[in-house]
């Protein structure tokens, strides 16, 4: 069973810049989580898919990230324009119910 | 407070040992407990999963669960140095398939 695939795998960027990362779940997984994580701390929740719908975007910072699922499998996330402290690994995971989810191995940004 | 507290380390133990690692959480509606392990620069690894209360054992590991007392553990028997990474606790109340998270606790076993 292939696993979530995720891309870029790094991307280093300027500040104000814009930058997008695409994850493709493992299949027939209906739940699509995005996560910030910064270096020494747990994951943090940007937002959760159901199928194509929201079902949590509360810690999203909406003026400049945004997200899309489309047609309720591949997702892409964008942030415009990114800032200093948007630098950490950005980690797409998927579940088929309540026993985990299976992540990618993430997307390391940098911004300059 | 945070609903889920880990303490972060690092725990350093010699390489055979039984290491233990634990969360303590507020909500009681949690029903669902996951150990993930995540090795630097990688993304988590799912590596149990505990539905309630009590004890599920895969080879080395065992996890634990006393929804009593709000408490997780994860044990490793005769610890591996490819054991060394950050273990995360992660639960969830089940009902829209949240997962809450602790931060990681850094482990590292000496050869």
Redesign the interface.
């Known amino acids: 069973e292939a696993g979530?695939a995720q891309s870029p795998r790094y991307k280093i960027i300027e500040k104000r810049q814009s930058v997008a990362f695409w994850c493709n779940p493992i299949s027939g997984h209906a739940?699509l989580?995005w996560y910030q994580q910064i270096l020494?701390?747990?994951?943090?929740?940007l937002i959760?898919f159901?199928n194509n719908g929201v079902?949590?975007d509360s810690q999203l910072p909406k003026d400049r990230f945004s997200a899309e699922r489309l047609k309720g499998v591949d997702s892409t996330l964008k942030i415009q324009p990114a800032k200093l402290e948007d630098s950490a690994v950005y980690?797409c995971?998927s579940?088929l119910d309540?026993?985990?989810?299976?992540?990618?191995?993430?997307t390391?940004l940098t911004v300059v | 407070q945070k609903e889920v507290e880990q303490d972060p380390g690092p725990l350093s133990v010699p390489e055979g040992a039984i290491v233990s690692l634990n969360c303590t959480y507020s909500n009681s509606a949690f029903q669902y407990f996951m150990w993930y392990r995540q090795y630097s620069r990688k993304g988590p690894e799912l590596l149990m999963y505990t539905y309630s209360s009590g004890n599920k054992e895969d080879g080395r590991f065992t996890a634990q669960v006393d929804k009593s007392s709000k408490y997780i553990s994860l044990f490793i028997r005769d610890s591996q140095p490819s054991d060394s990474a950050t273990y995360l606790c992660a639960m969830s109340a089940g009902s829209n398939y949240q997962l809450i998270w602790g931060a990681g606790t850094k482990l590292i076993i000496k050869p």
């Open positions: 979530v739940t989580y020494g701390q747990g994951p943090k929740l959760q159901q079902v949590d980690l995971a579940s309540r026993r985990g989810a299976f992540f990618g191995q993430g390391r």
